[in-house]
């Protein structure tokens, strides 16, 4: 059997090339298109929350559920340069409270009943969803902005209903869910960097 390729005789290495292809080419329209201006906004959202003293929420699920756990880590933590912790909490990270609020009211609810615990006016929820179509996505940003939250989206394909309801979307427009999510991990670390650089600019602290 030639190398590279499989009993059914399709080149594994040709797979693999149109894998990278695929990624390019959707990185490269995420680049170029309108979501280079609506993630600015995002950034200059985030600053403007975080340095009022409010606080970031995300949530998502599988893939975006530990995308935003991945979010909420670069804020509490860091992302390259020393700053002041920022306050930010994965709405998907405490298995007996997702647990809990899936049996005892409903999955849909997962999310934002955590928003109406947890979320004050003047935070954000940032809610993630490839499709913009999760329910409990779309419940949550509906809850927040009921509740006097910012909220803002990183979404894929049209947007999907999400979109109605966040006050900024950066939306990967492919239809594939890989892709999306890869454009998802990028934007997420465009996110940290600006909003490391803002606050560095301002004096070293959000509002600064």
């Given at each position: 059997?030639?190398?590279?390729?499989?009993?059914?005789?399709?080149?594994?290495?040709?797979?693999?090339?149109?894998?990278?292809?695929?990624?390019?080419?959707?990185?490269?329209?995420?680049?170029?298109?309108?979501?280079?201006?609506?993630?600015?906004?995002?950034?200059?959202?985030?600053?403007?929350?975080?340095?009022?003293?409010?606080?970031?929420?995300?949530?998502?699920?599988?893939?975006?559920?530990?995308?935003?756990?991945?979010?909420?880590?670069?804020?509490v933590?860091?992302?390259?340069?020393?700053?002041?912790?920022?306050?930010?909490?994965?709405?998907?990270?405490?298995?007996?409270?997702?647990?809990?609020?899936?049996?005892?009211?409903?999955?849909?609810?997962?999310?934002a009943?955590?928003?109406?615990?947890?979320?004050?006016?003047?935070?954000?929820?940032?809610?993630?969803?490839?499709?913009?179509?999760?329910?409990?996505?779309?419940?949550?940003?509906?809850?927040?902005?009921?509740?006097?939250?910012?909220t803002?989206?990183?979404?894929?394909?049209?947007?999907?209903?999400?979109?109605?309801?966040?006050?900024?979307?950066v939306?990967?427009?492919?239809?594939?869910?890989?892709?999306?999510?890869?454009?998802?991990?990028?934007?997420?670390?465009?996110?940290?960097?600006?909003?490391?650089?803002?606050?560095?600019?301002?004096?070293?602290?959000?509002?600064?």
């Amino acid at each position: 059997m030639p190398d590279g390729a499989d009993r059914g005789g399709r080149s594994i290495a040709a797979l693999l090339r149109r894998g990278f292809e695929r990624h390019r080419a959707a990185m490269e329209r995420l680049g170029t298109g309108p979501a280079l201006d609506r993630l600015a906004e995002l950034i200059l959202l985030l600053h403007d929350v975080l340095s009022r003293g409010g606080k970031v929420l995300a949530c998502g699920n599988g893939g975006s559920a530990a995308d935003a756990q991945h979010f909420a880590a670069e804020l509490v933590g860091r992302y390259k340069d020393e700053r002041p912790a920022l306050a930010a909490v994965a709405l998907t990270s405490d298995g007996a409270v997702l647990t809990c609020l899936a049996n005892d009211y409903d999955y849909d609810r997962v999310f934002a009943r955590q928003v109406e615990a947890l979320g004050r006016p003047g935070d954000l929820l940032l809610g993630i969803s490839t499709s913009g179509r999760s329910p409990n996505v779309v419940r949550a940003l509906e809850t927040a902005r009921a509740r006097g939250l910012k909220t803002a989206a990183l979404l894929g394909r049209d947007g999907g209903p999400a979109l109605a309801h966040a006050d900024v979307a950066v939306i990967v427009a492919d239809e594939e869910t890989a892709r999306i999510q890869e454009g998802h991990a990028l934007l997420i670390h465009l996110l940290c960097e600006a909003l490391d650089e803002t606050i560095a600019a301002r004096g070293g602290r959000p509002g600064g």
